[in-house]
């Protein structure tokens, strides 16, 4: 049984506008969204800003009511569950901010801002709390005396240490990383990579990774989803879809990733997608991606293709939702003619 | 290290950095000045402001004039002024006219032949007393409605702040003398009818700054760790929104201390024989044209000074507390 597992998730936002309120439209940011991570992995998240990476996340923790869908943790529905279930359940899902300077309280001493969830959930005696929340500054690699400190008295990182420490604080099992390090100086980012890396392997976490950096998730991930207007447009182990991807989105988002190396850099072939993207306020019809795609035919235009397996090119797991999916074998990449059999959707006959 | 020096350089001692993560603490150690606390650091820039200096220092002067005569109201003689405030002395007010300021009495003596010294001693006390218990009184309601409505927004939010439109489109002053009216005279009337009055500046005031700051990620970041909506509201939201609210407690003393002057002028304030900075400005007015100039000076000279404290430590407290000219 998979850790978390999400079901269509969908968020919508309410275009309110005139003196009524009334609701004139809806924000497609999470349309549909479905995944599921495994115990100890690390699932990346990544697409361009505003794709509803971070909303599905918030939405996963109920940090905002989704709009429709399931989310099972540990078997139990959170969507259905009370305010009291929730509550417990709060103690095994934390997340970890972009911000290092928005997401500490900065009237509160770092001892308090460690230690809250301790207090919150009523974790041990006062000295007990104490203690642990010293063992966690050490965890995340600071040290006891910086407990009595504000937040305005430390750096990006090690601001970034202290909500890490917050998050482990009840020995969570599922941590949502929210572009935990995309707001840190290029010189910091490694550490604190390293650092979730270490915690990983220490406490058995499970992460999800939001980034929209894809050195980053790389790095981290062990499958990665790829985003795009509030869908999973591929998802993959983290190796294959760096290697061999198969939406056209991807290929471009993977082609904008710099090499350091300026021959190669040079020389590679950089796919410029045409156009932004398109407002989540009124998606195109169809795939939400053609508009912008090399590959856009006339069926691409008619429904979104389901996010469905392509079998892979080795037998692993590798699901797109594209009617052309490039596809691999003995190393030569091809892009079939006609639509791919399994992408249609069942609705769309 | 010779060359190095002479360029000019300041940090070149001691500056091995072994590993990356040493890079972090290195910025603090260069970083100039050792970080200070957020109260150390208002302080810091309200010492500059020496308009707002003075302006502290009349109103620890004023309160501590108040609060001993408090106390002393507390004791059987009742004072401690110089002379009782309220004894009335023919001897010392020929023809009806007081006596003018001499050394026994450095501010005179009234037409009844009392001190002016000691009535404006003792109706500091009032004023004092006016001005913190009917802010508080403001500030209790406001702080209470402002952070929820902010908070839940909605129809609570539309109800609460429609109540303090109410309360801002009459005109200050006639809302007061009508709630006077209702309540009769007296000094707890008045506590309570510029208290209730004042709530929806705080209320607003406060509102703006929980609407802001209940969107940060600290707000998100309790929520994830489960802290209930009270919690949210007093430990997260709250004191991140109250450096405006110091500022308008500054001004709103002031501003009640002024209104309760009015009040006593009109009549509806603090009865006779009692002091009062506006009950003293009403009754020596007519005195002033025959020529009983002292009278009325010292009470309202005291009145000036105090408001003008308050307010000139407000405005400096507020451009202390401004994130924008922090430099």
Redesign the interface.
């Known amino acids: 049984m998979s850790l978390l597992e999400v079901k269509g998730l969908k968020k919508h936002f309410p275009i309110k506008s005139g003196i009524l309120k009334r609701t004139t439209g809806q924000v497609y940011a999470v349309d549909g969204v479905s995944f599921s991570v495994e115990k100890g992995e690390t699932l990346g998240l990544v697409g361009e800003s505003g794709c509803g990476k971070s909303t599905t996340g918030r939405a996963v923790l109920r940090l905002i009511a989704p709009t429709a869908g399931t989310i099972i943790f540990e078997g139990v529905d959170i969507m259905a569950a009370s305010r009291a279930q929730m509550q417990t359940l709060r103690r095994d899902m934390q997340i970890i901010f972009q911000d290092p300077y928005a997401s500490l309280n900065p009237r509160m001493r770092v001892r308090n801002i460690v230690g809250e969830s301790l207090k919150i959930h009523n974790v041990g005696t006062e000295a007990e709390r104490k203690k642990r929340v010293f063992e966690l500054l050490e965890i995340v690699g600071l040290s006891t005396e910086h407990a009595e400190r504000y937040p305005h008295e430390f750096s990006g990182g090690q601001r970034q240490r202290i909500g890490i420490a917050r998050a482990l604080a009840l020995q969570p099992k599922l941590i949502i990383c929210d572009e935990p390090v995309s707001a840190l100086d290029v010189s910091i980012r490694a550490q604190v990579i390293n650092l979730l890396e270490d915690l990983q392997d220490e406490f058995d976490l499970t992460y999800v990774f939001i980034a929209h950096d894809l050195s980053v998730v790389k790095h981290t991930s062990d499958r990665v989803a790829v985003m795009y207007l509030g869908k999973i447009v591929e998802i993959s182990d983290s190796a294959v879809l760096y290697d061999r991807p198969q939406h056209p989105y991807t290929e471009a988002l993977l082609s904008a990733v710099p090499i350091p190396d300026p021959h190669t850099e040079r020389a590679r072939r950089r796919i410029i997608l045409e156009g932004d993207v398109p407002s989540p306020a009124n998606p195109p019809k169809g795939c939400v991606f053609h508009p912008r795609c090399p590959r856009a035919q006339e069926d691409c235009t008619a429904a979104m293709p389901a996010l469905v397996s392509t079998g892979g090119d080795a037998g692993e797991r590798h699901e797109v939702a594209c009617y052309f999916p490039a596809r691999f074998k003995d190393g030569e990449r091809s892009v079939a003619g006609e639509p791919f059999a399994g992408a249609s959707p069942p609705a769309s006959a | 290290m010779a060359e190095r020096d002479t360029s000019g350089s300041q940090v070149t001692q001691d500056l091995t950095i072994s590993t ?2 040493e ?3 290195i ?2 150690k260069y970083s100039g000045r050792k ?1 200070l ?2 109260w150390a650091d208002t302080w810091r820039r309200l010492k500059r402001n020496h308009l707002a200096v003075v302006g502290m220092c009349i109103i620890i002067v004023f309160l501590a004039v108040g609060m001993t005569e408090e106390i002393a109201s507390f004791t059987p003689k009742g004072y401690l002024a110089p002379y009782n405030p309220n004894a009335v002395n023919y001897a010392l007010s020929p023809k009806g006219l007081g006596s003018p300021p001499s050394w026994s009495h450095p501010f005179g003596t009234d037409y009844l032949g009392r001190d002016v010294f000691s009535r404006v001693l003792v109706a500091t006390r009032i004023s004092m007393l006016v001005g913190v218990i009917a802010v508080a009184i403001a500030l209790i309601i406001g702080l209470i409605l402002g952070p929820i409505s902010g908070y839940y927004g909605g129809w609570v939010d539309s109800v609460i702040m429609r109540t303090a439109d109410v309360f801002f489109a009459f005109p200050y002053i006639l809302f007061v003398l009508l709630i006077m009216t209702v309540l009769g005279p007296g000094l707890w009337n008045v506590f309570i009818a510029i208290g209730i009055l004042g709530w929806a500046t705080y209320a607003r005031l406060n509102r703006g700054s929980v609407l802001s700051v209940k969107a ?3 707000v ?9 909506d009270l ?1 949210i509201i007093f ?2 939201v709250l ?2 929104t109250m450096a405006p609210v110091y500022v308008a407690i500054a001004m709103g003393i002031g501003g009640a201390i002024v209104t309760e002057a009015a009040l006593s002028f009109l009549g509806i304030g603090i009865q006779p024989p009692n002091a009062s900075w506006g009950k003293m400005i009403a009754d020596y007015l007519s005195y002033l044209a025959a020529g009983s100039w002292w009278m009325l000076t010292f009470p309202s000279v005291f009145l000036v000074i105090t408001v003008f404290g308050f307010i000139s430590f407000g405005n400096g407290l507020r451009d202390a507390t401004d994130p924008k000219l922090k430099e």
């Open positions: 990356v993560s890079l972090d603490l910025e603090d970080p606390g957020l940060m990620e600290y998100e970041a309790a929520r994830a760790q489960g802290a209930s919690r430990r997260h004191p991140n």
